[in-house]
Protein backbone atom coordinates (compact mmCIF):
# COMPACT_ATOMS: atom_id res chain seq x y z
CA UNK A 1 0.00 0.00 0.00
CA UNK A 2 3.01 2.50 0.86
CA UNK A 3 4.68 1.82 -2.41
CA UNK A 4 1.47 2.14 -4.42
CA UNK A 5 0.47 5.39 -2.58
CA UNK A 6 3.86 7.08 -2.84
CA UNK A 7 4.01 5.97 -6.91
CA UNK A 8 0.74 7.54 -7.74
CA UNK A 9 1.70 10.59 -5.86
CA UNK A 10 4.32 10.40 -8.11
CA UNK A 11 2.53 10.27 -10.88
CA UNK A 12 0.16 13.15 -10.07
CA UNK A 13 2.91 15.64 -9.68
CA UNK A 14 4.29 14.51 -12.95
CA UNK A 15 0.42 14.50 -14.74
CA UNK A 16 0.28 18.31 -13.33
CA UNK A 17 3.70 19.12 -14.67
CA UNK A 18 3.28 17.09 -18.06
CA UNK A 19 0.74 19.90 -18.76
CA UNK A 20 3.60 22.90 -19.33
CA UNK A 21 6.47 20.34 -20.23
CA UNK A 22 5.21 17.39 -22.10
CA UNK A 23 3.76 13.66 -22.08
CA UNK A 24 4.04 11.19 -19.43
CA UNK A 25 5.71 7.34 -19.69
CA UNK A 26 5.49 5.28 -16.91
CA UNK A 27 6.35 1.80 -16.61
CA UNK A 28 6.81 -0.99 -13.49
CA UNK A 29 9.99 -1.88 -12.67
CA UNK A 30 11.26 -5.19 -11.13
CA UNK A 31 10.53 -4.48 -7.75
CA UNK A 32 6.96 -3.93 -8.45
CA UNK A 33 7.20 0.48 -8.33
CA UNK A 34 5.49 2.29 -10.59
CA UNK A 35 8.32 4.89 -12.32
CA UNK A 36 7.27 7.92 -14.22
CA UNK A 37 9.34 10.17 -16.68
CA UNK A 38 9.01 12.82 -18.90
CA UNK A 39 12.47 11.91 -20.66
CA UNK A 40 12.29 8.31 -21.10
CA UNK A 41 15.82 7.10 -21.92
CA UNK A 42 15.16 2.95 -21.23
CA UNK A 43 13.15 0.43 -22.23
CA UNK A 44 9.99 -0.85 -20.80
CA UNK A 45 8.45 3.39 -21.10
CA UNK A 46 5.03 3.64 -22.37
CA UNK A 47 3.06 6.86 -22.54
CA UNK A 48 0.79 7.33 -19.93
CA UNK A 49 -1.34 10.50 -20.85
CA UNK A 50 -1.82 11.05 -24.60
CA UNK A 51 -3.80 13.14 -26.68
CA UNK A 52 -3.32 16.68 -27.74
CA UNK A 53 -6.22 18.41 -25.07
CA UNK A 54 -8.30 20.66 -25.87
CA UNK A 55 -8.30 23.24 -29.01
CA UNK A 56 -7.98 26.31 -28.50
CA UNK A 57 -8.95 28.95 -31.56
CA UNK A 58 -6.81 32.45 -31.72
CA UNK A 59 -8.63 35.61 -30.94
CA UNK A 60 -10.96 36.26 -33.73
CA UNK A 61 -11.17 32.97 -35.15
CA UNK A 62 -14.54 32.43 -37.08
CA UNK A 63 -15.54 28.80 -38.36
CA UNK A 64 -15.05 29.61 -42.58
CA UNK A 65 -15.69 27.57 -44.88
CA UNK A 66 -13.72 29.70 -46.95
CA UNK A 67 -10.62 28.81 -45.21
CA UNK A 68 -10.42 25.82 -46.04
CA UNK A 69 -9.13 26.57 -49.90
CA UNK A 70 -6.86 29.14 -48.06
CA UNK A 71 -4.11 26.37 -48.00
CA UNK A 72 -4.83 24.52 -50.83
CA UNK A 73 -1.72 25.02 -52.72
CA UNK A 74 0.61 23.74 -49.20
CA UNK A 75 -1.40 20.94 -49.43
CA UNK A 76 -1.42 20.61 -52.66
CA UNK A 77 2.71 20.53 -52.70
CA UNK A 78 3.37 18.62 -49.54
CA UNK A 79 0.75 15.90 -50.17
CA UNK A 80 2.65 15.06 -53.84
CA UNK A 81 6.21 15.08 -51.96
CA UNK A 82 4.99 12.80 -49.36
CA UNK A 83 2.36 10.95 -51.20
CA UNK A 84 -0.31 11.36 -48.98
CA UNK A 85 -3.34 11.80 -50.76
CA UNK A 86 -4.79 15.64 -50.69
CA UNK A 87 -8.20 15.26 -48.97
CA UNK A 88 -6.94 13.17 -46.35
CA UNK A 89 -4.57 16.19 -45.13
CA UNK A 90 -7.24 18.51 -45.61
CA UNK A 91 -9.45 15.96 -43.27
CA UNK A 92 -6.70 16.11 -40.29
CA UNK A 93 -6.60 19.94 -40.63
CA UNK A 94 -10.18 20.67 -40.10
CA UNK A 95 -10.25 17.93 -37.19
CA UNK A 96 -6.91 19.22 -35.02
CA UNK A 97 -7.54 22.98 -35.87
CA UNK A 98 -10.30 24.13 -38.45
CA UNK A 99 -8.12 25.72 -40.59
CA UNK A 100 -7.06 28.29 -37.72
CA UNK A 101 -3.40 29.31 -38.22
CA UNK A 102 -2.82 30.04 -35.21
CA UNK A 103 -4.31 27.61 -32.96
CA UNK A 104 -3.11 25.78 -29.41
CA UNK A 105 -4.11 23.19 -27.63
CA UNK A 106 -4.31 22.69 -23.85
CA UNK A 107 -1.04 20.82 -24.21
CA UNK A 108 0.73 22.85 -26.24
CA UNK A 109 0.13 21.48 -29.87
CA UNK A 110 0.20 24.32 -32.17
CA UNK A 111 -1.08 24.91 -35.78
CA UNK A 112 -2.81 23.73 -38.57
CA UNK A 113 -2.04 20.35 -37.94
CA UNK A 114 -1.83 20.82 -34.04
CA UNK A 115 2.30 19.75 -34.15
CA UNK A 116 3.65 19.21 -30.51
CA UNK A 117 6.88 21.15 -30.16
CA UNK A 118 9.38 17.75 -29.91
CA UNK A 119 7.20 16.45 -33.03
CA UNK A 120 8.01 19.70 -34.84
CA UNK A 121 11.77 19.92 -33.86
CA UNK A 122 12.17 16.31 -34.82
CA UNK A 123 10.67 17.06 -38.09
CA UNK A 124 12.64 20.30 -39.15
CA UNK A 125 9.48 22.68 -38.22
CA UNK A 126 11.08 25.71 -37.57
CA UNK A 127 8.25 28.09 -36.83
CA UNK A 128 4.99 25.79 -36.08
CA UNK A 129 2.52 28.63 -36.84
CA UNK A 130 4.22 28.87 -40.72
CA UNK A 131 1.56 27.61 -42.07
CA UNK A 132 3.55 25.75 -44.93
CA UNK A 133 6.42 24.71 -42.87
CA UNK A 134 3.28 23.39 -40.08
CA UNK A 135 1.73 21.31 -43.28
CA UNK A 136 4.73 19.86 -44.74
CA UNK A 137 5.66 18.14 -41.62
CA UNK A 138 2.54 17.25 -40.28
CA UNK A 139 2.22 15.75 -43.76
CA UNK A 140 5.48 14.08 -43.38
CA UNK A 141 4.78 13.03 -39.94
CA UNK A 142 1.00 11.53 -41.44
CA UNK A 143 3.34 9.47 -44.02
CA UNK A 144 5.41 7.66 -41.64
CA UNK A 145 2.43 6.56 -39.31
CA UNK A 146 0.92 5.20 -42.67
CA UNK A 147 4.20 3.22 -43.24
CA UNK A 148 4.37 2.18 -39.75
CA UNK A 149 1.22 0.81 -39.43
CA UNK A 150 1.18 -0.97 -42.80
CA UNK A 151 -1.56 1.87 -44.46
CA UNK A 152 -4.17 1.03 -41.78
CA UNK A 153 -5.91 4.23 -42.08
CA UNK A 154 -7.39 3.92 -38.65
CA UNK A 155 -4.28 2.88 -36.99
CA UNK A 156 -2.60 5.63 -38.54
CA UNK A 157 -4.94 8.34 -37.34
CA UNK A 158 -5.10 7.33 -34.10
CA UNK A 159 -1.08 7.58 -33.54
CA UNK A 160 -1.45 10.75 -34.92
CA UNK A 161 -3.76 11.72 -31.72
CA UNK A 162 -2.32 9.38 -29.19
CA UNK A 163 1.17 8.55 -30.37
CA UNK A 164 2.65 5.71 -32.15
CA UNK A 165 3.96 3.88 -28.97
CA UNK A 166 0.17 4.20 -27.11
CA UNK A 167 -1.22 2.44 -30.50
CA UNK A 168 1.79 0.07 -30.67
CA UNK A 169 0.35 -0.83 -26.69
CA UNK A 170 -2.80 -2.02 -27.40
CA UNK A 171 -2.30 -3.39 -30.63
CA UNK A 172 -5.08 -1.25 -32.28
CA UNK A 173 -7.33 1.70 -31.61
CA UNK A 174 -6.72 2.61 -28.16
CA UNK A 175 -9.69 2.70 -25.25
CA UNK A 176 -9.90 6.53 -24.89
CA UNK A 177 -12.86 8.19 -26.18
CA UNK A 178 -10.94 11.11 -26.88
CA UNK A 179 -8.78 9.27 -29.78
CA UNK A 180 -11.51 7.36 -31.18
CA UNK A 181 -13.25 10.32 -31.47
CA UNK A 182 -10.90 12.00 -33.52
CA UNK A 183 -10.67 8.96 -35.58
CA UNK A 184 -14.66 8.82 -35.92
CA UNK A 185 -14.31 12.95 -37.35
CA UNK A 186 -11.36 12.53 -39.65
CA UNK A 187 -12.69 9.07 -41.47
CA UNK A 188 -16.06 11.01 -41.50
CA UNK A 189 -15.05 13.91 -43.35
CA UNK A 190 -13.27 11.77 -46.09
CA UNK A 191 -16.31 10.17 -46.36
CA UNK A 192 -16.66 6.25 -47.00
CA UNK A 193 -14.33 4.05 -49.05
CA UNK A 194 -11.43 6.11 -48.67
CA UNK A 195 -7.80 4.27 -48.61
CA UNK A 196 -4.67 5.84 -48.07
CA UNK A 197 -2.50 4.86 -51.17
CA UNK A 198 0.66 3.17 -50.56
CA UNK A 199 3.66 4.83 -51.09
CA UNK A 200 5.77 4.05 -54.28
CA UNK A 201 9.23 2.85 -54.30
CA UNK A 202 11.10 6.28 -54.77
CA UNK A 203 8.36 8.35 -52.01
CA UNK A 204 10.45 10.91 -49.94
CA UNK A 205 12.00 9.58 -46.57
CA UNK A 206 12.55 12.95 -44.86
CA UNK A 207 11.40 16.71 -45.41
CA UNK A 208 13.93 19.25 -45.01
CA UNK A 209 12.87 22.54 -45.01
CA UNK A 210 13.90 24.66 -48.02
CA UNK A 211 14.93 28.34 -47.87
CA UNK A 212 11.20 29.07 -49.14
CA UNK A 213 10.11 27.92 -45.94
CA UNK A 214 12.30 29.24 -43.33
CA UNK A 215 14.87 31.02 -44.72
CA UNK A 216 18.68 30.11 -45.65
CA UNK A 217 18.81 26.28 -43.84
CA UNK A 218 21.29 27.30 -40.34
CA UNK A 219 24.67 25.85 -39.88
CA UNK A 220 24.25 22.23 -38.76
CA UNK A 221 24.45 22.37 -34.96
CA UNK A 222 27.06 20.57 -32.69
CA UNK A 223 25.67 16.86 -32.10
CA UNK A 224 24.53 17.69 -28.10
CA UNK A 225 24.25 14.66 -25.87
CA UNK A 226 20.55 14.53 -24.05
CA UNK A 227 20.57 14.88 -20.47
CA UNK A 228 19.68 11.15 -18.85
CA UNK A 229 18.24 11.16 -16.08
CA UNK A 230 18.60 9.52 -12.37
CA UNK A 231 16.45 7.64 -10.42
CA UNK A 232 16.66 8.29 -6.67
CA UNK A 233 15.61 6.03 -4.24
CA UNK A 234 13.40 7.23 -1.40
CA UNK A 235 12.42 5.88 1.75
CA UNK A 236 12.17 6.64 5.56
CA UNK A 237 14.37 4.71 8.45
CA UNK A 238 13.16 2.95 11.70
CA UNK A 239 13.67 6.68 13.10
CA UNK A 240 11.31 8.17 10.94
CA UNK A 241 14.53 10.02 9.20
CA UNK A 242 13.66 10.25 5.23
CA UNK A 243 16.87 9.49 2.64
CA UNK A 244 17.28 9.88 -1.08
CA UNK A 245 19.79 7.86 -2.69
CA UNK A 246 20.77 6.52 -5.85
CA UNK A 247 21.38 3.27 -4.16
CA UNK A 248 18.43 1.27 -3.18
CA UNK A 249 17.82 1.03 0.45
CA UNK A 250 18.26 -2.81 2.36
CA UNK A 251 16.35 -5.64 1.89
CA UNK A 252 12.87 -5.55 3.20
CA UNK A 253 12.56 -1.61 2.70
CA UNK A 254 9.71 0.06 1.46
CA UNK A 255 10.44 2.74 -0.63
CA UNK A 256 9.08 5.25 -4.05
CA UNK A 257 11.77 6.38 -6.85
CA UNK A 258 12.11 9.53 -8.62
CA UNK A 259 13.26 9.74 -11.81
CA UNK A 260 15.21 13.83 -12.33
CA UNK A 261 17.51 15.57 -14.40
CA UNK A 262 20.32 17.17 -12.48
Given at each position: ?A???????????????????????????????????????????????????????????????????M?????E???????????L??????????????????????????????T??H?????????R???????????????R????????????????????????????R??R??????????????????P???????????????????????R??P??????????????????????????????????L?
Amino acid sequence: MARTAAALALLASLACASAVQGQVYTRRNANGVVEATNVPDSSGFLLTYPGKGTLIHSRGFARNRAYWSMYDHHVEEAARLHQVHPDLVKSVIAVESEFDQWAVSSKGARGLMQLMPDTARHLGVADSFDARQNIFGGTQYLRSLLDRFGGDLSLALAAYNAGASTVLRYGGVPPYRETRDYVRKVQAQLGEGFAAPAPPANAAAFYVPSMSLAGPAPARPRRVEPARPRTYYRWRDDRGVTHVAEAPPPEGTVYSTVRALD
